[in-house]
């Protein structure tokens, strides 16, 4: 079965301080992997996408298909970056998508 | 900038009452998405809409929850009678068509339903 695994409910850092958020997947097929983060009081939105390769507020994210992992870094925290990060898996072709737990960063001053 | 709507963004019922949630996706988003979330959860898809038909509604537990999209615009959730487990956030998102599809989610704000 598909599934979305953030092992981590609660991660907290110094500002300044790297910063690696897990997310393994299990998919048999080839994956489309999301970051979706939500601050406080905002509603829920993309971060980044494995296919953009891209890097969104100092965050980058490789898909490891050997580790099936999909962990989201930034090798320097901010205060502003304490939010919740939900890391997601489409089913291709249908766009269904798959959400972890989450994982609550806190970027301690 | 277009954002999805919902509405109430709260309601408190008493079990076996009737509830509806209201959903109006960005203008032009063919895709429409009814999630579930409860407190430390993820969301999980209940209903996806691509235009008035119903694309994959296998989690949605039928007996007591329904939604329609009638006119492949906004759309509507229910649930009747509400139980005690149905307390959670529900979340409308919206995207662009299958065809042209870049996999980005647009989210309302979400209902907060509490069953007492």
């Known amino acids: ?109 | 900038e277009a954002e999805v709507a919902q509405s109430p963004r709260y309601k408190i019922t008493e079990k076996s009452q009737a509830v509806a949630f209201w959903c109006d996706p960005i203008s032009g988003h063919a895709t429409l998405y009814w999630y579930r979330q409860i407190l430390g959860q993820g969301p999980e898809l209940l209903v996806q809409f691509q235009d008035e038909s119903v694309v994959d509604d296998s989690q949605l537990p039928k007996d007591r929850f329904s939604a329609e999209r009638l006119k492949g615009v906004d759309s509507t959730l229910k649930i009747q009678p509400a139980e005690l487990g149905d307390s959670a956030m529900y979340l409308c998102a919206s995207s662009r068509g299958l065809a042209e599809n870049t996999g980005e989610l647009f989210f309302g704000e979400g209902s907060r339903l509490t069953v007492l």
């Not at chain 1, 393994?24 to 509603?43: A, T």
């Not at chain 1, 390769?53 to 580790?67: C, H």
């Open chain 1, 1 to 109: 079965a598909q599934r979305v695994t953030q092992p981590e409910k609660l991660l907290s850092v110094f500002k300044g301080a790297p910063v690696e958020l897990k997310c393994n997947y299990s998919y048999s097929g080839s994956p489309e992997l999301f970051w979706y983060v939500q601050y406080s009081r905002q509603r829920l939105q993309l971060l980044l996408r494995h296919i953009s390769r891209e890097s969104i507020k100092g965050f980058t994210a490789d898909l490891n298909k050997g580790e099936t992992s999909f962990h989201l870094k930034k090798p320097f925290a901010q205060e502003e970056d304490s939010a919740m990060y939900y890391c997601a898996l489409i089913k291709s072709g249908t766009y269904k998508y798959i959400f972890g737990t989450g994982t609550r960063l806190k970027v301690l001053a």
